[in-house]
Antibody
Framework: QVQLVESGGDVVQPGRSLRLSCEAS????????MTWVRQAPGKGLEWVAI????????YYGDSVKGRFTISRDNSRNTLYLQLNSLRAEDTGVYYC???????????????WGQGTLVTVSS | DIQMTQSPSTLSASVGDRVTITCRAS??????LAWYQQKPGTAPKLLIH???TLESGVPSRFSGSGSGTEFTLTISSLQPDDFATYYC??????????FGQGTKLEIK
């Protein structure tokens, strides 16, 4: 079955960087658009970034544009999120999710990882 | 940017009640609207996609309707397992997905 496992969350100081990973299995990773979604403590879901199945397109939410970079390695079945210039408001659980239909971003996300916690604090 | 507004933010109800949550989009998203359920400490679970298509394994007491800018999630007869937070999400544009702010369904 589909499995998504995030890693890389940590406690970091403001202004520092972090890279999150999401290892995928149970489906053809290279056929699916992937997204990152985050959730601040006690708050709602916030869409962060999306990447096309082949890595040729990527888009970001306004709050992370210019600071975060989404990427993927289809040979390793792994999705990444590089977080730079971290701020206290970036604190939260980061989830990776798979678009439910191959080849398209116009699809809901039936599969999510368990999340990885990023804490930005001095 | 497309804004998604859910109402109410909090809903108190009893087991057996019929409840409806509304999600409004600031511009048309056609049918590209999903509903998720989230319980504390767990990842969101997809309930409904394409506005009204029930995800496999989701109980039939959940239903979705709407198109364009107005959508609803209905639970026909609340069960104890349904008390959770519900989010709508539009996915009409590759460049920007958006979630509603969430509706917390509480036991009355």
């Amino acid at each position: 079955q589909v499995q998504l496992v995030e890693s890389g969350g940590d406690v970091v100081q403001p202004g520092r960087s972090l890279r999150l990973s999401c290892e995928a299995s149970g489906f053809t990773f290279s056929n699916h658009v992937m997204t990152w979604v985050r959730q601040a403590p006690g708050k709602g879901l916030e869409w962060v970034a999306i990447i096309s199945y082949d890595g040729s397109y990527e888009y970001y939410g306004d709050s992370v544009k210019g600071r975060f970079t989404i990427s993927r390695d289809n040979s390793r079945n792994t999705l990444y999120l590089q977080l730079n210039s971290l701020r206290a408001e970036d604190t939260g659980v980061y989830y990776c999710a798979r678009a439910g239909e191959p080849w398209t971003a116009i699809a809901a996300a039936p599969d999510w990882g368990q999340g990885t916690l990023v804490t930005v604090s001095s | 940017d497309i804004q998604m507004t859910q109402s109410p933010s909090t809903l108190s109800a009893s087991v057996g009640d019929r409840v409806t949550i509304t999600c409004r989009a600031s511009q048309s998203v056609s049918l590209w609207l999903a509903w998720y359920q989230q319980k504390p400490g767990t990842a969101p679970k997809l309930l409904i996609h394409k506005a009204s298509t029930l995800e496999s394994g989701v109980p039939s007491r959940f239903s979705g309707s709407g198109s364009g800018t107005e959508f609803t999630l209905t639970i026909s007869s609340l069960q104890p397992d349904d008390f959770a937070t519900y989010y709508c999400q539009q996915y009409s544009s590759f460049s920007l997905y958006t979630f509603g702010q969430g509706t917390k369904l509480e036991i009355k």
